[in-house]
Each structure stands twice: as C-alpha cells, then as structure tokens.
T-cell receptor
Framework: DAKTTQPNSMESNEEEPVHLPCNHS???????IHWYRQLPSQGPEYVIH???SNVNNRMASLAIAEDRKSSTLILHRATLRDAAVYYC???????????????FGKGTKLTVNP | EAQVTQNPRYLITVTGKKLTVTCSQN?????MSWYRQDPGLGLRQIYY???????DKGDVPEGYKVSRKEKRNFPLILESPSPNQTSLYFC????????????FGDGTRLSIL
C-alpha cells in the first residue's frame, strides 16, 4: 500500500509562509497527491492536488519533488483561519481486481499564532 | 447549493439496534464514500462506490453495509451496532473517482452504548 508520513504537528505565525511536508516513498507512477484540511468540528475540505508538476490555486501551492517521493504544501501567508489538520493523501490501487481505496495519513495539526 | 447531506448529525443508541445513516449529494457525482474518524487514527475509509450498484470495501468495512441503488444516495447501515463503532462518520462524493476533489458532509457522531 502506498502510505504517507507527515509530522504530527507544526506551528506558524500569522502572515508568515508555512511549508507542510509529506513523504510518500512508495508512490506509484500514476498516483496523484491530494491535500485536504479539516477545521475543528467540520468535515475535510479539499485544498489541492497534483501528479508531477507544481500546482497553484487560490488556497495554496503544491511542490512535488522530482522523484515524487515527497511533496510540500505551501500556505503563502498563514491566517488564523488556516489552523487545521492537514492531510496528505495518495490514491491507493490494489493490484488484485483493480479495486481502489483511499489511505489518509494521520495528518499534521497546524497551529497559527497571532 | 452543492452539498453532501448526512442524517442524523448526532445519534445515541444501544448495542444491537440496527441503524442507518443517510447520505445524499445533489451534484450528480458518481463516486461516493464513507469514512470514520477516531482520535489518534485519522480518517479511515469504510466503503466506497464508483457508481450505481457498484460498491467496494475500504480499510475498515467490518460491521458495516452500504447500498447504492440510485446515484444521489449512499446509506451506511449498521445491522448490529457495537460500542467499538462509536465514532465520527463522514460521507464524501466526487464526480468520477478519487483523482478529483471530494466534497465531504458535515459528519455524523454516533455513540453506541
């Protein structure tokens, strides 16, 4: 199974950039890397996803290592509303039968200090 | 408004009493999925459905059933609930599968006594 490894927690100051790392050394060539976040008392929320190239959207940027064994979610200017648990997720395809399931890591709890 | 709706939001019940948590989406999505979230374990997938009448097991399917008779609905059934199924449950949907953003519901907190 393709798994992800993230730090349990990180801390940042408001208005500063935040780099959230994710290791996925067993990623396969066709696995996409997705990031979600979960604010307190809410369901997870999609942030960004990518395959090989770096990606940008209005919420964040995703930097993917050349060997694809790691990636970094970048919040350019953290705000208090960005305090959440951030999950790095890979598509996980079983070889038998072609079934498909999702594997969430335990996530990184981001604390943003005023 | 595009949304995934779960009901009930909260439920306290007793061991062995069958219950169903409903999930409905109004986005015409083909892919739907159920997760449970427990402290220290993160989100774990229970079942997923790639389309109507197509369902498959996730990481923790034991003790649960699902059905997908129509595209918009994906109920989670606990035939004989036990205390170890006390958890926070989330339903999610996406247009055609994992490699697209998933929309999550607001969650259902189940307590099995």
């Amino acid at each position: 199974d393709a798994k992800t490894t993230q730090p349990n927690s990180m801390e940042s100051n408001e208005e500063e950039p935040v780099h959230l790392p994710c290791n996925h050394s067993t990623i396969s060539g066709t696995d996409y890397i997705h990031w979600y976040r979960q604010l307190p008392s809410q369901g997870p929320e999609y942030v960004i996803h990518g395959l090989t190239s770096n990606v940008n959207n209005r919420m964040a940027s995703l930097a993917i290592a050349e060997d694809r064994k790691s990636s970094t979610l970048i919040l350019h200017r953290a705000t208090l509303r960005d305090a959440a648990v951030y999950y790095c997720i890979l598509r996980d395809v079983l070889t038998q039968g072609g079934s498909e399931k999702l594997v969430f890591g335990k996530g990184t709890k981001l604390t943003v200090n005023p | 408004e595009a949304q995934v709706t779960q009901n009930p939001r909260y439920l306290i019940t007793v061991t062995g009493k069958k219950l169903t948590v409903t999930c409905s989406q109004n986005m015409n999505h083909e892919y739907m999925s159920w997760y449970r979230q427990d402290p220290g374990l993160g989100l774990r997938q229970i079942y997923y459905s790639m389309n109507v009448e197509v369902t498959d097991k996730g990481d923790v399917p034991e003790g649960y059933k699902v059905s997908r008779k129509e595209k918009r609905n994906f109920p989670l059934i606990l035939e004989s609930p036990s205390p170890n199924q006390t958890s926070l449950y989330f339903c999610a949907s996406s247009p055609t599968g994992f490699n697209q953003p998933q929309h999550f519901g607001d969650g259902t907190r189940l307590s099995i006594l």
